[in-house]
């Protein structure tokens, strides 16, 4: 086992990197998010929860790209809109600015929503069909009394042309729109407030290849000349290590690990993360074979995740120490780059190809076996 150096709070959260100050924008403690389960008729009673999030911890930084990732159902949307407080916390804090926003009542939160925006995943569900591209835009500054020199109107053309659509198409309906330039639209509306957070919930997901790139790139730019912080939720490994500085990888509502950018892609420690940046394409220009692990089964439940850590049950260095006790998340051999893994046996910080693939599915073993 790697020794282990337990670390302060202060030390938890890595420096931003270019682009970002020191300053800790947004601070996430113990975020927790129980949806309960009931059941009973005629009189409903509770018998379990879905624990989307369990106990979170992370920093976002003034000017800094912050990606969240992991497989479907690991409780990143969710984590998004808590932060958003579009959903109510089972538990945990939120502080925004140095301002506790966790139980904050919708009046108090009135002066915060314009600084924090969201980007929905769909961009075809998140626009209104019964409105103009003009009213969708303007409506945040028109709900939020704001009135820019030259008038709303032009504020919002101005927008439609910083997202690389016709100023000109202000009058037209959502309908009359490709999937790409809806999801700008959605870019536009999240900017008209100025904000200084945008929480992207898997923005380019629902869209075509060629234009993921359009609209990642078009967010790259948005962040570069703004400063807005983002918060980029994706399960795109390739998308997030093209956008963000600092990445945390998400399990079954625990983060299990988190770093800057070249460390997590090019250093991971903990197996999960092995796992998901093997299973990423890319193309091998310099020649060196990189490792291929493939995972057996999928995530366990979220009404009755596993005691311990929650990924020995997909875990091939899994011990018993792993079923009985939750490995917590800390710097890992005396490491100062602010790396944290979640892992009582982490894996050696390098990507390089195994002497033999871990394949824990039975069924493929078998094939492979056969077909050799």
């Not at 790259?220 to 390739?238: C, N, P, S």
Request: aromatic content about 4%.
């Amino acid at each position: 086992m790697s020794e282990e150096t337990t670390i302060t709070k202060a030390d938890a959260v890595p420096s931003p990197r270019d682009g970002a100050s020191g300053e800790a924008l947004l601070e996430v403690t113990g975020l927790t998010k129980h949806f309960p389960i009931h059941a009973g008729f005629p009189i409903k009673h509770k018998v379990g929860a879905v624990q989307a999030v369990d106990g979170i911890d992370l920093t976002i930084h003034t000017g800094e790209s912050f990606g969240l990732v992991g497989e479907s159902g690991c409780g990143k949307s969710t984590t998004g809109r808590l932060i958003t407080r579009l959903l109510e916390p089972t538990g945990g804090r939120i502080s925004y600015r140095g301002r506790d926003i966790t139980r904050a009542t919708r009046k108090e939160l009135m002066p915060i929503r314009s600084e924090i925006q969201m980007i929905f995943q769909d961009p075809y569900s998140s626009l209104n069909p019964r409105q103009t591209v003009g009213t969708i835009i303007g409506g945040p500054m028109e709900i939020n009394d704001i009135n820019p020199a030259g008038g709303r109107e032009q504020r919002v053309r101005e927008l439609l042309e910083t997202v690389g659509l016709n100023p000109e198409h202000y009058n037209r309906f959502p309908h009359e729109f490709s999937g790409g330039q809806r999801q700008r639209i959605g870019v536009a509306r999240a900017l008209a407030l100025e904000p200084k957070l945008i929480v992207a919930d898997e923005p380019v997901s629902a869209l075509d290849v060629s234009i993921q790139a359009q609209v990642v790139n078009l967010l790259r730019k948005v962040q570069e000349e703004t400063g807005i912080a983002f918060l980029f939720i994706a399960h795109d490994l390739a998308i997030v290590r093209h956008f963000t500085q600092r990445v945390a990888v998400m399990y079954l509502g625990k983060i299990v690990e988190v770093g800057d950018r070249d460390s997590i892609y090019n250093r991971p420690r903990h197996p999960y993360t092995h796992a998901l940046l093997s299973a990423v394409p890319e193309v091998n220009i310099d020649g060196a074979d990189r490792e291929r692990i493939r995972l057996a089964g999928d995530v366990p439940s979220p009404i009755n995740p596993p005691s311990g850590c929650r990924f020995r049950t997909r875990c091939w260095k899994a011990r018993d120490l792993c079923a009985s006790q939750e490995p917590p998340l800390i710097q890992l051999g005396g490491n100062q780059d602010g790396h944290l893994t979640a892992c009582h046996f982490p894996e050696e910080p390098t990507i390089a190809a195994r002497g033999e693939d871990i394949v824990l599915d039975p069924a493929l073993a078998a094939i492979e076996g056969t077909a050799q």
